[in-house]
């Protein structure tokens, strides 16, 4: 009877159990919206908004630095170059993107369907605060895809 060699790559379910806390997050917040409101009133439910939003930012960094602590040399090289170059990259992608007519226009849909007004109508204090939050979101996530792409592009510059 032989052994399997041990796989040095992360099991998908201890994946999937570490980013559940952030699906949990995002889906008890969302069930529990109109209770809380009603409850606790607009201001206080914008401070709890920040800081399930703040949990779930430390929750993501302590993700992280488990993950950098296996690393080895080479990996955190890897790492390293593709944090300090994805920050930049992935905010000039969105002001790039906020060029685009299409991309404003998708935005702008965005902003009217989940923010409340319809044309025509003032805009109050809590679209311009969903707006900022999207964009907001869009920087991080496309900082999130640069990561992916100077990641690959250090692998591929090493082999």
Same mark, same amino acid.
Do not use: C
């Given at each position: 009877?032989?052994?399997?060699?041990?796989?040095?790559?992360?099991?998908?379910?201890?994946?999937?159990?570490?980013?559940?806390?952030?699906?949990?997050?995002?889906?008890?917040?969302?069930?529990?919206?109109?209770?809380?409101?009603?409850?606790?009133?607009?201001?206080?439910?914008?401070?709890?908004?920040?800081?399930?939003?703040?949990?779930?930012?430390?929750?993501?960094?302590?993700?992280?630095?488990?993950?950098?602590?296996?690393?080895?040399? /080479?990996?955190? @090289?890897? $790492?390293?170059?593709?944090?300090?170059?994805? #920050?930049?990259? +992935?905010? !000039?992608?969105? &002001?790039?993107?906020?060029?685009?007519?299409?991309?404003?226009?998708?935005?702008?849909?965005?902003?009217?369907?989940?923010?409340?007004?319809?044309?025509?109508?003032?805009?109050?204090?809590?679209? /311009?605060?969903? @707006?900022? $939050?999207?964009?907001?979101?869009?920087?991080? #996530?496309?900082? +999130?895809? !640069?990561?992916? &792409?100077?990641?690959?592009?250090?692998?591929?510059?090493?082999?």
């Amino acid at each position: 009877m032989t052994s399997k060699p041990a796989s040095n790559e992360p099991k998908m379910g201890r994946l999937a159990l570490g980013l559940l806390p952030f699906a949990l997050l995002v889906v008890a917040l969302a069930a529990a919206k109109t209770w809380l409101k009603a409850t606790i009133g607009g201001p206080i439910f914008y401070v709890v908004v920040a800081a399930v939003t703040i949990l779930g930012m430390g929750y993501g960094n302590y993700l992280s630095l488990r993950l950098h602590r296996g690393l080895d040399e /080479v990996h955190k @090289a890897s $790492a390293e170059f593709a944090a300090r170059w994805s #920050m930049p990259a +992935g905010q !000039a992608a969105f &002001v790039l993107l906020l060029f685009l007519p299409a991309f404003r226009d998708f935005m702008t849909s965005l902003v009217i369907e989940f923010g409340g007004p319809r044309p025509g109508m003032t805009v109050d204090r809590s679209v /311009v605060v969903f @707006a900022m $939050a999207l964009g907001f979101m869009g920087v991080v #996530m496309l900082q +999130g895809i !640069a990561t992916v &792409v100077f990641n690959v592009i250090w692998w591929k510059s090493k082999q």
